[in-house]
């Protein structure tokens, strides 16, 4: 899943992860989001979810979503140097924005493959 309100920045990165083999459910919103979780959460392995969604706060996302999938991985990403990760576990990594690709699946592998706790 990836989640954030800057369409610019799902367009760009959705295409990437598909490229590199992973499924994506792209969102916009928190919403949207919680949605597409409802629809297909025992599909992900990794939720990528920016820290402030238009909607909402991605880090009450995170929580809600483990809370539902305690091993799901959780990627927060933020622009705005957001330092704390809630308590979601080892399986929870925060990427600051700007970052690459390489960057980017560097992390969601390393949320993917970590232990739950």
Known sequence: LLAD???ALVGAVAPQLRRAGHTVFSALSAA???DL??????ELDVAVIDVRLGDG???QLA???RDARPELGIVLISASGA???PN???RALLLEKPFDFKQLRGAIERARSRPAR
């Open 37 to 42: 979780f409802a629809r297909f959460g025992a």
């Open 63 to 65: 929580e809600e979503f």
């Open 57 to 59: 706060d991605g880090r």
């Open 88 to 90: 979601l576990g080892r």
């Open 5 to 7: 309100d800057e369409a």
């Open 83 to 85: 330092r704390t990760v």
């Open 32 to 34: 949207e989001s919680r």
